[in-house]
């Protein structure tokens, strides 16, 4: 069974950074695409970022340039770092892989943004 778990999130204030981090069991990491969503109040789950098995990379538009995708296959973990961080991207992050055509999400950690 596939199981994530995310950790890292918190309060900073608006320019800050936070670093989150994914680990990942049950599946053969290093040959998975590893996602980032997050999910703010009353709004839809939105992706932000993926590295692929080949550590390819893509970013959503809103967050490119201050946020950084980054993955250790030795332990199995994905990281997001997030600097110059905006009230805007307060949510509830998730990580995210695929694996038989099934999605896995992880529990999600609040970031939470604000002065």
Do not use: H
């Not at 980054?70 to 949510?91: C, F, G, H, I, Q």
């Amino acid at each position: 069974q596939v199981q994530l778990v995310e950790s890292g999130g918190g309060l900073v204030q608006p320019g800050g950074s936070l670093r989150l981090s994914c680990v990942v069991s049950g599946s053969t990491f290093s040959m998975s695409a590893m996602y980032w969503y997050r999910q703010a109040p009353g709004k839809q789950r939105e992706w932000v970022a993926v590295i692929t098995s080949s550590s390819s990379i893509t970013y959503a538009d809103s967050v490119k340039g201050r946020f950084t995708i980054s993955r250790d296959n030795a332990k199995n973990t994905v990281y997001l770092e997030m600097n110059s961080l905006k009230r805007e991207d307060t949510a509830v992050y998730y990580c995210n892989t695929r694996k038989a055509g099934l999605n896995y999400w992880g529990q999600g950690t609040q970031v939470t943004v604000s002065s």
